[in-house]
């Protein structure tokens, strides 16, 4: 079966600043997407950013990077130049390879970013 | 229209209530979830549908009974809940199972 980790419970980082959640999963697949959702007081959950197994290459959105080691089962989330709205509940989430694939998100236990002004 | 709407935002049911979550979403998604979330824990599978039918079922106690009626809509109907039932019910759709979800932003559930 597949786990995420997310070891950090809480970060917190000062306004304009870059901070990185941290997240390990455990899988033999060797195909299947990670995913960044973010889930601010308003309780909806908003993905941030997405990576595809077999793409070598880090996924960026904006202000949002990623590195993905496939090797050591790491996908790290950077967040940029923060600001005061990136104050959420961070998930770190994944979901096996579409052929045969139930559908089924498997969750971090979250990171929840403070950001300071 | 990307939006997925969730009705009510907010409902307080007795145990011995009747009611049901109601899910929207009209960007042709196909895949229809709810998830249950508690209080700063990361939400939890309860169904899948597929093209109007049910593929999966997380185990869940029959007190909860989905509905898909048709491609845009998901009800989630509740009977003789519990109080540790009381959580955040997010939906979710996507366009095929290798898209990303577009989340509703939850019916918060307080059962007494």
């Known amino acids: 079966a597949q786990t995420v980790t997310q070891s950090q419970p809480e970060m917190s980082v000062q306004e304009a600043e870059t901070v990185t959640l941290s997240c390990t999963y455990d899988?033999?697949?060797?195909?299947?997407?990670l995913f960044w959702y973010k889930q601010p007081p308003s309780r909806q959950m908003i993905l941030v950013i997405r990576?595809?197994?077999?793409?070598?290459q880090n996924a960026t959105e904006n202000r949002f990077s990623v590195n993905f080691q496939k090797a050591a089962k790491s996908f790290s989330l950077k967040i940029s130049d923060s600001q005061l709205g990136d104050a959420a509940m961070y998930f770190c989430?994944?979901?096996?390879?579409?052929?045969?694939?139930?559908?089924?998100?498997?969750f971090g236990q979250g990171t929840t970013l403070q950001v300071k002004p | 229209d990307t939006e997925v709407t969730q009705t009510p935002k907010h409902l307080v049911m007795g145990m011995t209530n009747k009611k049901s979550l109601k899910c929207e979403q009209h960007?042709?998604?196909?895949?229809m979830y709810w998830y249950k979330q508690k209080a700063k824990k990361p939400p939890e599978l309860m169904f899948v549908?597929?093209?109007?039918?049910?593929?999966i079922n997380e185990s869940v106690p029959s007190r909860f009974s989905p509905e898909c009626p048709n491609s845009s809509l998901l009800n989630l109907h509740l009977h003789a809940l519990q109080p540790e039932d009381s959580a955040l019910y997010l939906c979710?759709?996507?366009?095929?199972?290798?898209?990303?979800?577009?989340f509703g932003s939850g019916t918060q559930l307080s059962v007494l």
């Open positions: 979710a759709s996507s366009q095929t199972w290798d898209e990303k979800l577009f």
């Open positions: 899988t033999s697949e060797s195909d299947y997407y």
């Open positions: 990576q595809e197994a077999y793409k070598q």
């Open positions: 989430a994944y979901r096996s390879n579409p052929s045969g694939n139930t559908g089924k998100l498997i």
């Open positions: 960007m042709g998604h196909r895949a």
């Open positions: 549908y597929s093209y109007e039918k049910l593929s």
